[in-house]
């Protein structure tokens, strides 16, 4: 069973502070990687996507990737408020087209 | 606005009716999902169309039939369905192969 897994918190910052999300995964093959924001009550969206090992910058947002670990995190700089939602890792299997799987997410509260 | 239209937004109904959700995508995507979303749960992948072929979880049960007349709409025939069918359904697509997925707002159904 090819999983992914995240701390469902809530996960506490102050505003202005960083903020650092994780999900590990199963499936060593895995070759795309994910992070969506979800408010309450609305859909998913996208934020970043990361395919190799390293990090990716996109503004306040950087994901990591350790492919070794198997391992993807997000760091959020200067967190705000607005922030605050759950935080889905999604990670493409080896093998499976078509087939994302999600974790249940981590949700992230910014307290001014 | 994702380019992915969901309607209905808000489904009420009871376990004898039949009902459809209704999806459409503008983004010239060739694979579209549906998903299920249940409180603290990973979101749950039911059907994928793919160049309209049909890939399902074998855990969904046949009270749910999914449609995809063309690669731009999905349709969700709900029958007979149970009070903990009772969740957030969501419509996504992608460009195909393990690519990022791109949401509509979703139907949250009741089902008394």
């Known amino acids: 069973q090819k999983e992914v897994e995240q701390n469902s918190g809530p996960l506490s910052v102050p505003e202005g502070a960083i903020a650092s999300l994780n999900c590990t995964y199963s499936?060593?093959?895995?070759?795309?990687f994910f992070w969506y924001r979800q408010y309450s009550g609305k859909s998913p969206e996208l934020i970043m996507s990361?395919?190799?090992?390293g990090d990716k910058e996109d503004g306040r947002f950087t994901a990591q990737l350790n492919k070794a670990s198997q391992y993807v995190s997000l760091l959020i700089r200067d967190s705000q408020p607005s922030d605050s939602a759950t935080y889905l890792c999604?990670?493409?299997?080896?093998?499976?087209?078509?087939?994302?799987?999600f974790g249940a997410g981590t949700r992230l509260a910014v307290h001014p | 606005e994702t380019g992915v239209t969901q309607t209905p937004r808000h489904l009420v109904m009871g376990m004898t009716n039949k009902k459809s959700l209704k999806c459409e995508q503008h983004l010239g995507h060739n694979a579209m999902y549906w998903y299920k979303q249940s409180a603290k749960k990973p979101l749950e992948l039911m059907f994928v169309?793919?160049?309209?072929?049909?890939?399902e979880n074998n855990s969904v049960p046949s009270r749910f039939s999914p449609e995809c007349p063309n690669s731009s709409h999905l349709f969700l025939h709900l029958h007979t369905l149970q009070p903990e069918d009772s969740a957030l359904y969501l419509c996504?697509?992608?460009?195909?192969?393990?690519?990022?997925?791109?949401f509509g707002s979703g139907t949250q159904l009741s089902v008394l």
């Open positions: 996504a697509s992608s460009r195909g192969g393990n690519e990022k997925l791109f």
């Open positions: 169309y793919s160049l309209e072929e049909r890939v």
């Open positions: 499936d060593r093959g895995s070759q795309s």
């Open positions: 990361i395919y190799s090992n």
């Open positions: 999604a990670v493409g299997p080896s093998g499976g087209y078509n087939k994302l799987i």
